[in-house]
């Protein structure tokens, strides 16, 4: 399983958009690249996957570049419930018993 | 989105006792559940694959005795952490994987005194 580099926490402000870069250098041609949120004493809940260039979704953007060995999730104009811990998780299909296996996420903190 | 609930949400112990921890998966089947543990302000560390049908597959340095898991049915699994001390207390999170993610429980906060 690939390995992921993330900025260990960011701060920001109510309203502003916020990007969250991950490093996953060796990714392999099958991973997808896969954005958990959890919020304290709390199971992670799932925000955005992708593969490659761009997604988008209600609550977020995922930017992946060509060789695909980092990703960026952008959430727009965040809000105070915002404020959690983010992991960025690469690996192969989720079918038939996928294992997760979390890097130290970002813990996000956004101020009035 | 698919719906994994896990029980007890919280429970305390006394040193010595085991506990049992269930993960179900409410509105599919799940062959496959994973259980972490997390740690105050750290992440998720993934302990044991939970296999319907077969036994479990654990993670390096887990005891396998200790942390006793029975995938008894395609939407149950449940977790047994067996003569718990106080080290073992933890946030315990239970998972199963669906078409494009895996969802998680809620997660069960174990204190043993």
């Known amino acids: 399983l690939a390995k992921t580099t993330q900025p260990i926490s960011m701060d920001s402000y109510e309203g502003q958009e916020v990007n969250i870069t991950c490093s996953h250098n060796?990714?392999?041609?099958?991973?997808?690249i896969t954005w958990y949120q959890q919020f304290p004493s709390q199971g992670p809940r799932f925000i955005i996957q992708?593969?490659?260039t761009k997604v988008t979704n209600e609550v977020a953007s995922l930017f992946i570049p060509a060789d695909r060995k980092s990703s960026t999730l952008s959430l727009p104009r965040v809000s105070l419930s915002d404020t959690a811990v983010y992991y960025c998780l690469v690996g192969d299909s989720v079918t038939g018993g996928f294992k997760t296996i979390f890097g130290a996420g970002t813990r996000l903190f956004v101020k009035a | 989105g698919a719906v994994v609930s896990q029980h007890p949400s919280r429970v305390i112990c006394k040193s010595g006792t085991s506990v049992k921890i269930e993960c179900r998966s409410l509105?599919?089947?799940?062959?496959?559940m994973f259980w972490y543990r997390q740690f105050p302000k750290q992440s998720l560390m993934l302990m044991a694959t939970s296999n319907e049908g077969s036994k479990a597959t654990y993670e390096q340095g887990v005891e396998k005795d200790k942390f006793l898991i029975n995938h008894a049915s395609l939407t149950l699994s449940t977790l047994t952490v067996t003569s718990a001390h106080p080290e073992d207390s933890s946030f315990y999170i239970c998972s199963a994987p669906g078409v494009n993610e895996q969802f998680f429980g809620p997660g069960t906060r174990l204190t043993v005194l």
């Open positions: 992708g593969y490659k």
């Open positions: 509105d599919f089947q799940a062959t496959t």
């Open positions: 060796n990714i392999a041609t099958n991973d997808y």
